[in-house]
């Protein structure tokens, strides 16, 4: 079964209030004559009077996508009939009932999906239209990309019916209205070509509201969203050992992972809430404060004489360091930019993570390390949304218990992807135990993974 997850129902939301207000806009284009509508006319032109002209006004990109790859001489090229035994095949397709296979034989291989195109061009009205693009958009909507027509077309049904039971007929009954299946094409053309940046921008997405979309880009690259499995060993373990204080410094070391000591993350949490927010707001630092409040988070003596920060960081002190170098430096951009990074409603988490690792470029010369340096920042200030990544911990844990595989690097959309898995992992968590778990709790069960193993 497919169904629209969060970043579905927000990009096709938010299409939809667009294309209900606009009949054109950067990315789409619903005025007549459609591209459809000038296909058709053009190919009665080709059918009724047979030449290379009239073809290549057929086989043309600006109203047949897929006619980019070879052009109209490259299937003129390869016909072995007269060009009027080709206008007949048009004609065979315009009235046809039912798409026929044998059409693909009488054509060389790259002009399959034209044909596909083609055949649902011809009558939208009653016929998907599949092209190398929307083939392509199947798999960000968790289908695959099939290689026959038949297939393709339950494909584009399945989808059609996630989109019309989220949003309708967004066209129907506008003066531009266009018949759902060219409605579609263009929406799964556009998920298919714009990122995400590109895709808030288009469709006035850059409101904190809308930051459910956050991690498109990387949804996209990976088909869907990461599945888990296999973890109840782990989880139970792990909840068995935490509901009888195995983490605390001070008790029995009788179960998994007991060996380390990590309710030290509960002690700091209360540090930074009864001192460290009393005085500073993360969301509204300035230049006076923001050098003072990044050394309040890393006082040594609040905390068993241990900097957290580094030690969160495995105890590499150059990026901190680096860190507070440029924030001392620049205090007035450090400011904005962590106020930003560190405050839900300023946007979506993608584009702050961004703006994060622009100004923080001087940072380590690896993007993993500055991605450590942004999240535990966010983990610190916001224990119940965000997890602090580190790559070989993630890369540890989602290689056991996902087929997902890890970026290296600064990759804001595939941390979100990451940290949405994470708050499942919290929810089951959550339901096996009575105390409140926290992404701390989460953090916590992928270091003991990490440096323990399996239990």
């Not at 000038?38 to 047979?50: E, G, H, N, V, W």
């Not at 057929?58 to 090229?77: E, F, K, Q, T």
């Not at 890393?298 to 241990?306: C, P, Q, R």
């Not at 929810?427 to 990490?450: E, K, P, S």
Request: hydrophobic share 40%.
């Amino acid at each position: 079964m497919v169904r629209f997850g969060p970043r579905h129902e927000a990009l096709v939301n938010a299409w939809a209030a667009t294309v209900s207000n606009a009949s054109v806009g950067d990315h789409y284009d619903f005025t007549a004559p459609t591209r459809s509508t000038q296909l058709q006319d053009r190919a009665t032109k080709f059918i009724d009077a047979p030449s290379t002209e009239t073809f290549e006004g057929v086989w043309s990109p600006d109203v047949l996508r897929n006619a980019i790859y070879g052009g109209a001489g490259a299937i003129l090229d390869n016909w072995r009939g007269s060009i009027d035994e080709f206008a007949s095949l048009i004609e065979s397709m315009q009235t046809a009932t039912a798409y026929d296979d044998a059409w693909e034989r009488r054509l060389p291989p790259f002009a399959t999906r034209g044909l596909w195109e083609l055949y649902g061009r011809l009558n939208p009205a009653d016929r998907p239209i599949i092209n190398n693009w929307v083939g392509s958009a199947f798999t960000t909507f968790g289908l695959g990309n099939p290689q026959t027509y038949a297939a393709s077309a339950d494909n584009f049904a399945t989808v059609k019916d996630c989109y019309t039971d989220t949003v309708g007929h967004v066209t129907a009954n506008a003066a531009y209205e266009v018949p759902l299946s060219e409605e579609l094409e263009q929406f799964l053309y556009l998920t298919e070509t714009l990122d995400e940046s590109t895709l808030r921008t288009a469709f006035d997405m850059d409101t904190p509201t809308d930051d459910a979309f956050a991690g498109w880009d990387a949804m996209a690259a990976h088909g869907d969203e990461i599945e888990l499995s296999g973890l109840r060993p782990v989880l139970d373990a792990f909840n068995t050992a935490a509901d009888n204080d195995a983490y605390d410094t001070e008790n029995p070391r009788d179960h998994w992972g007991a060996n380390h000591w990590e309710t030290w993350k509960d002690d700091y949490r209360t540090y930074l809430e009864t001192t460290v927010f009393e005085e500073y707001d993360p969301t509204a630092l300035t230049a006076d404060t923001v050098t003072a409040f990044i050394d309040v988070l890393s006082d040594s003596n609040a905390l068993d004489n241990t900097a957290i920060p580094t030690y969160l960081l495995g105890g590499r002190w150059q990026p901190l360091d680096d860190f507070q170098t440029i924030t001392t430096d620049e205090p007035g951009e450090a400011a904005a930019v962590l106020s930003a990074l560190l405050d839900d409603d300023h946007g979506p988490i993608t584009d702050r993570l961004s703006r994060f690792n622009d100004f923080y470029a001087g940072v380590s010369d690896s993007g993993g390390e500055r991605m450590s340096v942004a999240t535990m920042l966010l983990m610190v200030t916001n224990p119940d949304q965000y997890t602090m990544y580190r790559y070989s911990m993630f890369d540890d844990f989602f290689s056991a218990f996902s087929d997902y595989d890890v970026p290296t690097g600064f990759n804001p959309s595939d941390y979100v992807l990451m940290n949405d898995a994470l708050h499942r992992v919290r929810t089951d968590l959550n339901a096996y135990t009575d105390t409140t778990v926290t992404m701390l709790d989460v953090h916590t069960l992928l270091w003991i993974y990490h440096r323990q193993g399996p239990p």
